[in-house]
């Protein structure tokens, strides 16, 4: 690697938001002990194992967003490409087809989404937030199409295990959960790949990576899949946990997602973040979903705490922006 890319890349490496990570961890620890306090099942086991459960999908489809957001590019077909994921799936396993064959046969269908992403960005050049906000209509659609508008139930148990077994009496989702955000977190601080996505998003549409030698465009198409194959992951897991392939499933999960990133301190501009954080960010909103079901607060209502913490987070990376430019 020649000096002049090390040191564009080394700096992007250090680039850490322990402050914001801390401050987060003192949130989710608060959150749970006001839960804890008001309701008497907040702190059963049980209930501890199922917002695990339910926070594992996002938390997949989270800790990949951070990827992408940290190289300066957006995903916002990432629920779509989990609906389509999980469709196919279900479609194929009702079709007579091996779990396995289904479920490699739902990870390449994502490859193709990923694909089509990266050449639209990439190679058109079209804006990201544009073209991932008209690709995911198009994924969505093709989830309808693949299981003709109608919902699937999914019945075999070696598919089910990976969303509703347990391993060595932890939640197998949970467990996939923190695989998926050890690797990623492993590519972003340990590997040349993910030196090389912070010095992308570091730099203004990622000039200066391109003239250290970093190969702007294969890096690209390289997030931009694994963006769509690990999403494709995460709506399988989803599948297998709701037991079901609905095309209307994970329907405006692209916020969350993202919110938990951002929330995790993720710059939503690019060249900042760490999985760490998604992790707590994820965690953070679970529990709050959580509690408020206890509570027997209303699913609009949830929607209405969703989009507060996604206002916030963003207002708390504008205002630490503006400190790092001043």
């Known amino acids: 690697m020649p000096d002049s890319e090390q040191r564009v890349l080394v700096p992007?490496?250090?680039?850490?938001?322990?402050?914001?990570?801390?401050?987060?961890?003192?949130?989710?620890?608060?959150?749970?002990?006001?839960f804890a306090v008001t309701t008497p099942y907040f702190f059963a086991i049980d209930n501890g194992f199922n917002i695990l459960r339910v926070a594992s999908y996002t938390g997949v489809a989270a800790a990949i967003a951070t990827l992408v957001l940290v190289?300066?590019?957006?995903?916002?077909?990432?629920?779509?490409?989990?609906?389509?994921?999980?469709?196919?799936?279900?479609?194929?396993?009702?079709?007579?087809?091996?779990v396995w064959a289904a479920i490699l046969a739902a990870l390449?269908?994502?490859?193709v989404a990923g694909l089509i992403n990266a050449f639209i960005v990439t190679t058109i050049g079209i804006n990201p937030l544009i073209a991932t906000i008209a690709t995911q209509f198009i994924f969505r659609g093709f989830a309808y199409i693949v299981i003709s508008q109608r919902e699937i139930l999914i019945s075999d148990r070696h598919f089910l295990y990976f969303g509703q077994g347990d391993l060595?009496?932890?939640?197998?989702?949970?467990?996939l959960m923190l695989l998926c955000f050890i690797g990623i977190g492993f590519a972003m601080k340990m590997t040349a790949f993910g030196q090389q996505v912070y010095a992308i998003g570091g730099s203004p549409d990622g000039q200066m990576a391109k003239l250290a030698g970093v190969p702007l465009k294969r890096r690209q198409y390289q997030i931009y899949i694994a963006s769509a194959v690990v999403s494709g992951f995460?709506?399988?897991?989803?599948?297998?946990?709701?037991?079901?392939?609905?095309?209307?499933?994970?329907?405006?999960?692209?916020?969350?997602?993202i919110a938990a990133a951002i929330l995790g301190g993720t710059a939503l501009g690019g060249g900042r973040g760490s999985v760490v954080g998604t992790l707590l960010g994820v965690l953070l909103l679970g529990v709050i979903t959580n509690g408020m079901t206890l509570h027997n607060v209303t699913y609009v209502w949830g929607l209405v705490v969703q989009g507060v913490a996604l206002l916030l987070a963003v207002v708390i990376d504008e205002r630490r922006q503006r400190k790092e430019r001043t």
């Open 71 to 98: 190289s300066g590019g957006i995903d916002l077909s990432v629920a779509a490409v989990m609906a389509l994921s999980g469709t196919v799936s279900a479609g194929l396993i009702e079709a007579g087809w091996p």
């Open 12 to 34: 992007a490496r250090r680039l850490a938001v322990a402050p914001q990570q801390v401050g987060l961890a003192l949130a989710l620890v608060v959150t749970i002990a006001l």
């Open 168 to 175: 060595l009496g932890v939640p197998t989702p949970a467990v």
């Open 234 to 257: 995460a709506g399988l897991l989803l599948a297998s946990y709701s037991g079901t392939g609905d095309g209307n499933s994970a329907l405006g999960l692209e916020l969350p997602i």
């Open 108 to 111: 390449g269908t994502a490859f």
